[in-house]
């Protein structure tokens, strides 16, 4: 079967309404709805119903407040760590390519999502089925795509609830916290759920531009007060010397720097809540949202682990572990206003990232439903829905407390998301002319990208092996 055919028959928006599924006729339909059989030969709107595309009212604006929350996170806090391990030389150039590498493949996604006339790919699962056949889609794609779903909301449980822990104990007058690691693991996940109620992704624009003021604000606070303090810093004392050049603790600086260029898994899903028309295709608005989110994110990440690092250099600590170890040095050398705004801040941006990252998971279990009961699901139904998965990243969370030391070794998975199969879903969607250019450059950088992903988690193996690891399983 043509490449064509595998597109339009496993995208959800390739059948017309009230007939048979667009596939088994010559052309396209115009204006082709959403729809699947149930089993009295009726239709139903199934992609009308679901939450990722149940609104198509979205604009630059709402595109850019999904782009930019979604693309910048915690991970940005890695960065310093990075460049401890690699240098300034080294750690400037493995950032700066990997940024460049990232918006190539956001491009290629761009305009993949509707490469085929008529057909809009709205989910990334969808895209990979589509480019790789059913069973090799699926076996490529579920687990990534899911990870970062579900595995990133609880990371963020995990980091969210230990910054609640820091937060009181930063504003603690004795240093005592009065409450449990457990207990701020529950007070951010209850916060968590009441923010995943939004009913479709279009509609959580107004948390997505909170969370992406919120990170700026925590960024810019955290490069700007070591700038501020110049006059009375003393820089004799800092060293910038690498003092581990061991094969697992540079690779599993660039694993870090890596896992920080987030968000190409949501990329199809943010470009479907936007319009589209033939005067007016969605990849002209998705690209300028695209372009200015990522100058806002190229801003952050670069004067974040720039900045940090020329202001601490060998104190931070060249390793992954809880994000921003070296936050604790804030603590020390500024007031304790900075120190709780920085993780105010922080705490409400990963509130804000936990919802648009958990949507791929709600949208996936409403599919289940609604292509089962052939109806969409009720207000209560989608809410218990999103409780239940909210309790399944909660109890990970409590359960793998240690998630953040793995998160080269498991992110190492993930991006294969962002660095590879955008490529070969180029060759395979579009099919550029063979040893072309355009074909050989993507099968370069995506088997390059494939390379690195292995060479990820034999080195985070390695580290974690010479290291070690204390996994404290179901006592956080």
């Known amino acids: 079967m043509s490449n064509k055919a595998l597109a339009i028959l496993f995208d959800l928006e390739s059948q017309e309404r009230g007939g048979s599924p667009s596939f088994m006729s010559q052309s396209l339909s115009k204006d082709p709805q959403p729809t699947s059989d149930d089993g009295d030969g009726g239709r139903i709107p199934l992609e009308e119903w679901l939450p990722i595309t149940e609104s198509r009212k979205g604009n630059v604006y709402t595109a850019t407040f999904h782009l930019f929350c979604s693309g910048l996170g915690l991970q940005v806090l890695l960065l310093p760590a990075a460049f401890a391990a690699l240098g300034w030389v080294w750690g400037v150039i493995i950032l700066t390519v990997g940024f460049a590498w990232k918006l190539y493949t956001v491009w290629l996604l761009v305009h993949l999502h509707e490469a085929v006339h008529g057909i809009r790919f709205s989910r990334y699962l969808r895209l990979a089925i589509a480019s790789f056949?059913?069973?090799l889609g699926k076996l490529l794609g579920i687990f990534p795509v899911m990870y970062l779903s579900g595995g990133a909301c609880s990371i963020l449980v995990i980091t969210?609830?230990?910054?609640?822990?820091?937060?009181?104990?930063?504003?603690?007058?004795?240093?005592?916290?009065?409450?449990?690691?457990l207990q701020c693991f529950v007070i951010f996940s209850c916060l968590a759920v009441v923010m995943c109620q939004f009913p479709n992704l279009n509609s959580l624009f107004g948390i997505s531009l909170i969370g992406g003021v919120m990170a700026i604000a925590y960024s810019t606070a955290i490069w700007s007060l070591p700038l501020a303090s110049i006059p009375h810093r003393n820089q004799n004392n800092v060293s910038y010397a690498t003092k581990n050049t061991?094969?697992?603790?540079?690779?599993?600086?660039?694993?870090?720097?890596?896992?920080?260029?987030?968000?190409?898994?949501?990329?199809?899903?943010?470009?479907?809540?936007?319009?589209s028309d033939s005067k007016n295709p969605s990849r002209k608005t998705m690209w300028r949202a695209v372009v200015i989110s990522h100058v806002f994110i190229a801003v952050c990440m670069f004067l974040v682990a720039i900045v940090v690092y020329w202001a601490y250099g060998d104190k931070i600590p060249a390793t992954g572990g809880p994000i921003g170890n070296y936050l604790e040095l804030y603590e020390q050398d500024y007031s304790k206003r900075a120190a709780c705004f920085i993780h105010i801040t922080f705490i409400i941006n990963c509130l804000c990232s936990y919802p648009i990252n958990l949507m791929p998971a709600c949208d996936n279990a409403e599919m289940v439903y609604t292509t089962k009961r052939h109806k969409p699901c009720s207000v209560f139904v989608r809410m218990m829905f999103r409780v239940f998965l909210c309790l399944v990243c909660f109890f990970v969370a409590v359960g793998f407390t240690f998630l953040p030391y793995l998160a080269v070794l498991i992110g190492a998975i993930g991006l294969l998301v962002t660095f590879t199969y955008p490529c070969f879903m180029w060759i395979s969607i579009k099919q550029p002319q063979r040893e072309s250019l355009m074909w050989w450059f993507n099968v370069l950088v995506g088997s390059i990208g494939a390379s690195f992903s292995v060479l990820f988690v034999v080195a985070s193996a390695l580290h974690l092996a010479d290291k070690g690891l204390h996994a404290n399983f179901f006592n956080p």
């Open 160 to 181: 969210g609830g230990k910054t609640i822990q820091q937060l009181l104990h930063i504003m603690s007058e004795d240093g005592k916290v009065p409450l449990t690691t």
């Open 246 to 275: 061991s094969f697992d603790t540079i690779f599993n600086a660039i694993g870090l720097i890596a896992i920080s260029f987030r968000g190409n898994n949501l990329i199809l899903e943010i470009q479907g809540t936007l319009p």
């Open 133 to 135: 056949g059913v069973k």
